[in-house]
């Protein structure tokens, strides 16, 4: 398995915003071979950003770079970066082969 996410610092006032663009986007990945599940996450606040990740879990990280380079990838990441900047920097990508995976 491999697990691929991104960090976020989102701008305190740009929170709501942030969340309804995660939250009211068509989701891509059902449709891809390989997708695990995926997460949103909303971590510490700071004095001057909210950490948010995306989470998503591959069944390996070959399957990762083939929606990378899929149409639904670029579907999903059409409208990047447009409309009102929301974070502070660029996302901070972070890539995971599992080692261990203990379930129920």
Known sequence: M???MNRFRVTPECEAAFQRRWLDRDVLLKTVPGFVSFQF?????????VLYASHTVWESCD??????????FRQAHATAGEGKKLTIG???FEGFEVLQNVTL
Request: no cysteine; hydrophobic share 35%; proline share 12%.
């Open 63 to 72: 399957a990762f770079v083939a929606w990378t380079q899929s149409e639904q």
């Open 2 to 4: 491999y697990i691929a």
């Open 41 to 49: 996450l909303k971590g510490p606040r700071r004095d001057d950003y």
């Open 90 to 92: 660029p996302p901070v």
